[in-house]
């Protein structure tokens, strides 16, 4: 079975401050993971995946296998960084193609 | 960028009817779609795994005769929600993915279901 946790449900930060959104996961295989974004009034949307190594509007991911997390992290939040993110999973073998999702955290960057 | 369009994007009806809800892909082919329901505040649950040209993959605890799924073109899936009830009144999100095995899905805007 794949699971994935996001601890906190909501989270604030001022404008500037470093923000870690933290993400761990279950699966006995390796594992994809990705995190979406949902701006308000707007779809969900690929921020980054683990496999492309890459940092998307300031964030970055990275898998940590022996922790089994993939926090997300930001050193300057900026306000337009508010919005929901979501944590998730792409398993292989049968469940290849299929996404378990984090609980979601909202991010709130304030001024 | 890949788009996946869902259709309707809001829908009010009374206890009883069905409604059909469309996904389509709409600048690639997809093999596979999936539907999700998410419920307010709380994450995504997907219900079942939409397989061009075959019976789609349903979760566990999701009732096959109650959401009809049907994917019968490489652009587009549909789900139908039959003989609908209040309790049936979620958010409804689909999603594509392009061919390849390294490629992301992509979302629908959903659509949201209000049964009185």
């Known amino acids: 079975a794949q699971r994935v946790t996001q601890p906190e449900k909501l989270l604030s930060v001022f404008k500037g401050a470093p923000v870690e959104l933290k993400c761990n996961y279950s699966y006995s295989g390796s594992p994809e993971l990705f995190w979406y974004v949902q701006y308000s009034r707007q779809r969900l949307q690929l921020l980054l995946r683990h496999i492309s190594r890459e940092s998307i509007k300031g964030f970055t991911a990275d898998l940590n296998k022996g922790e089994t997390s993939f926090h997300l992290k930001k050193p300057f939040a900026q306000e337009e960084d508010s919005a929901m993110y979501y944590c998730?999973?792409?398993?292989?073998?049968?469940?290849?193609?299929?996404?378990?999702f984090g609980q979601g955290t909202i991010l709130t960057v304030h001024p | 960028g890949a788009v996946v369009s869902q259709h309707p994007s809001w829908v009010i009806c009374k206890s009883g009817t069905s409604v059909k809800i469309e996904c389509r892909s709409l600048?690639?082919?997809?093999?596979?779609m999936f539907w999700y329901r998410q419920f307010p505040k709380q994450s995504l649950m997907l219900m079942a795994t939409?397989?061009?040209?075959?019976?789609?993959?349903?979760e566990q605890g999701v009732e096959k005769d109650k959401f009809l799924i049907n994917h019968a073109s490489l652009t587009l899936s549909t789900l139908t929600v039959t003989s609908a009830h209040p309790e049936d009144s979620s958010f409804y999100i689909c999603s594509a993915r392009p061919p390849g095995s390294n490629q992301p899905q992509h979302f629908g805007d959903g659509t949201r279901l209000s049964i009185l």
């Open positions: 998730a999973l792409r398993g292989g073998g049968t469940s290849y193609g299929k996404l378990t």
């Open positions: 939409s397989n061009e040209g075959s019976k789609a993959t349903y």
């Open positions: 600048d690639f082919q997809a093999t596979t």
